[in-house]
């Protein structure tokens, strides 16, 4: 699935994304490295050494897991670490009992669907967000990572402005236009976002 497809299925219309809930509705257990160690007869010291100090996923009898470690980082890290391996889970990397082997392809998918998952830029776009502090307080990134999703989002925004210039000078419909929403899914996600969407712009206006 996509990461919008993600976010349809689990019902997510406002932000910052629950991902409690998100992992919740996708059969996914959230747990800390010391409730890993002690269900499933790990070291903590060897997790450190041999897999990751921030987090990682795994498959048991039933469920779907993704340990992170709370006491490395703060809520910001957490947070897109959590995003990061329910990411793993979702694109398929996660197939057996053991840890998946980072892969640095894995890990750049991992990250790019977990910046869909936290900050979808069809929803920024239309949320009228203007910088990465603000995007920070919206999403509960760090700044750093709030500042890349800008950049990306900045982007989007050139290619739009120059399609809707072209499609005026052809003389072809501006509404058929519209890199944010490309594809049923981003379409159907701006619309279970549209009344989160609404109320934010009417809170911004008010200030």
Known sequence: MTAEE????????SL??????????NDIKLISYEYCA????MDIDEIYRDISHLGFSFRDEQHFI??????????????????????????GHITSECAAPHHRQWEQEADRYAARLLAPLCVLHFCGVSSAEEIA???GLSLQAAQIRLT??????RAHS??????ARAGTDLHSVD?????????QLYEQFLPFIADYITKRLSV
């Not at 993600?6 to 219309?13: A, D, E, N, Y």
């Not at 990306?152 to 925004?157: H, I, P, V």
């Open 137 to 139: 307080r919206l999403t």
């Open 6 to 13: 993600v976010l349809l299925r689990s019902g997510c219309c």
């Open 38 to 41: 002690d269900t499933y007869d």
């Open 162 to 167: 120059e399609q809707m210039r072209s499609a």
């Open 66 to 91: 993704c340990a992170i470690n709370e006491k490395v980082c703060g809520k910001q890290r957490r947070r897109w670490t959590t995003a990061h391996e329910l990411a793993h889970v979702f694109l």
């Open 16 to 25: 910052p994304t629950d991902l409690n809930k998100l992992a919740s509705l």
């Open 179 to 187: 890199v944010f929403l490309p594809d049923e899914s981003t379409r």
């Open 152 to 157: 990306e989002l900045s982007a989007l925004r």
